[in-house]
């Protein structure tokens, strides 16, 4: 299981922060972070909910992580184990993460998948969705598995969608030329894109697409 310890800066200021793995006791903030990470427009209903989260803490609380900021839980990374063929990657975020319920956990899979990544806007600028994203790449590293995996939602695209198509669009954004709130951050994360799929998320302020975004394990030979 996965704890760390280290500070985090606000506006020049140290503040203890920890990484460790969530638990039940930790619900309501987890619901909390969900609630004020994705308000409306996105879908109320993609929310967490309290038999998603008892899933994630039993079937793989390995991939169950959250982050407190001098003890009060600030953000969270929910993720499963999938068998990933990069000759077929097309997916919708419902079938590879069973809708959140992650009943379709593959304890052999070769593909980290991040199922959910999100941080109270109060603790935006402290860096937290990046510390997360290494404590899972830690996880691949440890696991020696493939890759992380995820399709990372594309907010932004919506403003351009009638001047270019998404997959024009992420190519804009890996360029420098656009910005993204999810796509930027992932790249400075060091995921890279992988493909545009269609209709991958109920959401709208994307046009419904998802980029996938993958991060190799570097400690793996690299395939020819």
């Keep these: 299981m996965y704890y760390k310890e280290f500070y985090v800066f606000d506006q020049g200021r140290p503040r203890p922060a920890v990484i460790r793995n969530y638990t039940e006791n930790d619900f309501p903030a987890l619901i909390r972070i969900q609630q004020e990470s994705f308000p409306p427009p996105f879908p109320s209903e993609l929310w967490w909910n309290r038999e998603q989260l008892h899933n994630h803490v039993t079937l793989f609380p390995e991939g169950a992580l959250c982050v407190e900021v001098e003890g009060e839980v600030a953000g969270s990374m929910t993720g499963l184990l999938v068998q990933f063929d990069p000759a077929h990657p097309e997916h919708t975020w419902e079938e590879i993460t069973d809708g959140g319920y992650i009943r379709n956990h593959d304890p052999h899979g070769n593909t980290l998948y991040v199922v959910d990544i999100g941080v109270r806007p109060a603790y935006r600028k402290l860096g937290l969705g990046k510390w997360l994203m290494f404590a899972m790449y ?43 709130p999810v796509i930027t951050f992932l790249l400075r994360c060091g995921r890279t894109p992988v493909q545009v799929v269609a209709n991958y998320l109920d959401d709208e302020e994307s046009c419904h697409y998802g980029a996938l975004m993958e991060w190799k394990n570097p400690f793996l030979a690299k395939q020819a």
């Design 138 to 180: 830690h996880l691949v590293i440890e696991k020696r598995l493939e890759r992380l995996l995820g399709g990372g939602r594309m907010p932004g695209y919506h403003r351009k969608a009638d001047e270019m198509t998404a997959e024009q669009y992420l190519a804009a954004v890996v360029r420098g030329e656009l910005q993204d």
